[in-house]
C-alpha cells in the first residue's frame, strides 16, 4: 500500500499518477502521488477551492468565488481568470481548449480557454448542479433537486430528464450503454443511455454515494459511510467492501489494475488487484501490515468472470 496523509489537505482530483490537494488558506498542490513530490503550487482564488481539472499543460481550478482559473503546470503561472457563474462551482470536465463548469447558481457552462468566452449555458435544474459529464454531442448532469439531465450540447437544448433519486445527485458517468449515478439517498442507479429507462437500483451503502466509477463488468462507488464497495454492472451484486478510510470518501478513480481513493480524512491510498501481502507508508515510514486486507479476501468480479482481489499497492520494495 501506499498512503499519503496531507495533513489537513484534501485530495480533490487525480490519475493514476498525479493528485492535487487544497486546503483552505494555503496554496493549492500537484503532486506525484508515487513519491510525494510537489511539482505545482497554485494560489489567487478569494474562497475555497472547490474543484480542480488538470490534463499535460493545463490545470483549471474553480472555488466558492465563483470563478476558474487557467494555470500553465510548466511555470505554474495563472494564465487566465474566467468570471460569469453567480455562485460556486461545483464540478469541472477539462477537453484540450475546452472547460465544462457547474454551478451553486443552477447552471452549467462551456467555455473556451484560450479566449475565456462562454459558449454555451446550459439552464433548467431547479438545485445546484453538483457533478457533470460530456461526451462531444451530449452533457449530462446531476443536481441537488434529485433529478439527472441530459443536453444536446450543440444546442444546448435538455433531451432528456431522469428522475427516481430521492436525494441530492452527487456523482455521474456514462457511455454509450449506461449512465450510472449516486445519490445522498445512499442508492445507486443505473439507467440505460438510450432510452433513460430505469435498469437497477443498487442499495448497501448506509449514507449517501459521493463518488464512482464503471467499467464494462464493475461499478466502484464511495461514500460518506467510510466505505468503497464494488459491484456487478449486470447482476448489481456487492462483490465487496473496502474499509480503510477513517472519514467521507471525496474522490477516486480505477484503471485495469489500479484504484487511488480520497477522503476527507486527509489520506490517499493507491489499491491494485492482486493476491499478495500488502505493505504500507505512511508520512514515510514503512511497515509490513497483515491488517491491510480488503473486508473480503478474495471474490470473484462480475459472477466468476474474473477472480481478483483489491489490496493496498506496495511501492516496490
Not at 33 to 61: D, E, P, W
Not at 162 to 172: A, D, S
Amino acid at each position: 500500500m501506499i498512503a499519503l496523509v496531507l495533513k489537513g489537505g484534501l485530495c480533490v482530483s487525480f490519475d493514476d499518477r498525479f493528485a492535487v490537494s487544497v486546503k483552505l488558506g494555503d496554496p493549492g498542490q500537484l503532486f506525484d502521488i508515487q513519491t510525494g513530490r510537489c511539482y505545482m503550487l497554485f494560489a489567487g482564488h478569494t474562497g475555497m477551492i472547490s474543484a480542480v481539472k488538470f490534463n499535460q499543460k493545463l490545470l483549471v481550478s474553480a472555488g466558492s468565488d465563483a470563478t476558474l482559473r487557467i494555470w500553465e503546470i510548466s511555470s505554474g503561472r495563472c494564465e487566465r481568470v474566467i468570471e460569469g457563474h453567480l455562485g460556486e462551482i461545483t464540478c469541472l470536465q477539462l477537453d484540450d481548449d475546452i472547460v465544462i463548469s457547474g454551478s451553486e447558481d443552477h447552471t452549467a457552462k462551456i467555455w473556451q480557454i484560450s479566449t475565456g468566452t462562454c459558449l454555451k449555458t446550459f439552464q433548467g435544474h431547479t438545485g445546484a448542479i453538483c457533478c457533470l459529464q460530456n461526451t462531444s454531442t451530449t452533457l449530462v448532469t446531476g443536481s441537488t433537486d434529485t433529478t439527472i439531465r441530459m443536453w444536446d450540447i450543440q444546442t444546448a437544448s435538455c433531451k432528456r430528464q431522469l428522475t427516481g433519486h430521492t436525494g441530492h445527485v452527487f456523482c455521474i458517468q456514462f457511455d454509450l450503454e449506461y449512465i450510472c449515478s449516486g445519490s445522498n439517498d445512499t442508492c445507486i442507479k443505473i439507467w440505460s443511455a438510450k432510452s433513460g429507462k430505469l435498469i437497477r437500483t443498487l442499495t448497501g451503502h448506509h449514507l449517501g454515494v459521493v463518488c464512482l466509477q464503471f467499467d464494462h463488468t464493475k461499478i466502484v462507488s464511495g461514500s460518506a459511510d467510510k466505505t468503497i464497495k464494488v459491484w456487478s454492472i449486470k447482476t448489481g451484486h456487492n462483490l465487496y467492501t473496502l474499509n480503510h478510510h477513517t472519514g467521507s470518501l471525496w474522490a477516486l478513480h480505477f484503471t485495469t489494475n489500479k484504484m487511488v481513493s480520497s477522503s476527507i480524512d486527509g489520506s490517499l491510498l493507491i489499491w491494485d488487484f492482486a493476491f499478495q501481502k500488502s505493505k504500507s507508508r505512511v508520512c514515510g515510514r514503512r511497515h509490513n501490515s497483515s491488517s491491510d486486507r480488503p473486508t473480503k479476501d478474495v471474490d470473484r468480479l462480475e459472477d466468476s468472470e474474473h477472480e481478483g482481489a483489491f489490496n493496498l499497492l506496495d511501492n516496490g520494495n
